[in-house]
């Protein structure tokens, strides 16, 4: 009876997995908020754009809960057998949040994701661990493997590739944001020189690029307008050097990974490189950077 109920179980977590799976790379729904209603900052309704049509203020993407795009919102936010009933939502919500928010990291939204399911496993038993079985010999023991076979879902390729199209649309999100929001005050978003550096404008705030090979990278996940020749001071606050993106770089025969937080590890050999490759394939091999990365990111140390 055991054996039975174990294969049920994994069975039943597959499934589910798959589930949310798609509801976290697919059309986002927004349970309770007008269709028409895309958020407001300081009291300004922003207005619909046809390049984030489900975006909400600070998102370019609404949180999706647990469902498929077709589906009501939240069908799959609770995980339940009989009396056992635990609530996925929270952790589905953060999820899609972390995926848009700038400078957060793949891994970082995964293993909390994860933490997050087990935790609403253990909450829904009332205590933890727990051994005995529940109605229908559905136990805790269950939930747990949906959370494990679930993060191995959202780790796997498709989940890098979605979090990078997220990653790339908030970019280019905020940046419409800003330029909206700052008009009146003439701050346009785009790139621009002073003689000596070129800088990036999102309309609020301007960063600066510290070599040509920086800026390429830049410049192929972010598209936006050459403004010419300007003067910084009308572009608002200097935040420093820009953010280089995720992905892979090579400087001193020595290749490196930008976490896209302003942040780099470097690998020891090439055996290293290519496993940590092997579990990140849809990461961009940027080429050679020709700028010592110190320069402008923070060294963590080696891969892992």
Not at 95 to 120: P, Q, W
Request: glycine share 10%; hydrophobic share 35%; with cysteine.
């Amino acid at each position: 009876m055991k054996r039975i109920f174990k294969f049920l179980s994994l069975f039943i977590a597959s499934v589910l997995s798959i589930l949310l799976l798609v509801s976290l790379v697919a059309d986002a729904h927004w349970d309770g908020y007008a269709d028409d209603d895309y958020g407001s900052y300081n009291s300004y309704k922003l207005p619909y754009n046809s390049d984030f049509p489900k975006a909400y203020y600070p998102y370019a993407q609404r949180p999706d809960g647990c469902s498929l795009p077709w589906e009501e919102p939240g069908l799959h936010d609770k995980f339940q057998f009989g009396s056992y009933e635990a609530n996925f939502r929270p952790a589905c919500y953060e999820h899609d949040k972390c995926f848009y928010t700038i400078g957060s990291s793949f891994d970082e939204c995964s293993r909390n994701f994860y933490a997050a399911t087990r935790a609403a496993c253990e909450k829904a038993a009332g205590e933890s661990p727990v051994t005995t079985f529940f109605s229908g010999g559905i136990s805790v023991a269950t939930c747990y493997t949906w959370a494990t076979s679930t993060f191995g879902a959202v780790w796997s390729d498709g989940g890098w590739t979605a979090f990078r199209a997220a990653q790339n649309m908030q970019h280019r999100y905020m940046a419409w944001v800003n330029s909206i929001l700052n008009s009146s005050k003439n701050s346009p978003v785009g790139y621009f020189d002073n003689g000596a550096t070129v800088f990036y404008s999102d309309g609020n705030t301007h960063c600066g690029f510290v070599s040509e090979t920086h800026l390429s990278f830049y410049q192929k996940v972010i598209s936006v307008p050459n403004l010419g020749r300007q003067d910084p001071n009308n572009f608002g606050a200097y935040t420093g050097a820009c953010v280089m993106p995720t992905g892979y770089f090579e400087n001193g025969g020595t290749v490196y990974f930008s976490a896209g937080n302003g942040s780099f590890c470097g690998f020891p050999s090439g055996e290293a490189f290519d496993s940590h490759r092997r579990s990140r394939p849809q990461e961009t091999l940027w080429g050679r950077l020709d700028v010592a990365p110190s320069k402008f990111l923070t060294y963590t140390g080696v891969c892992e």
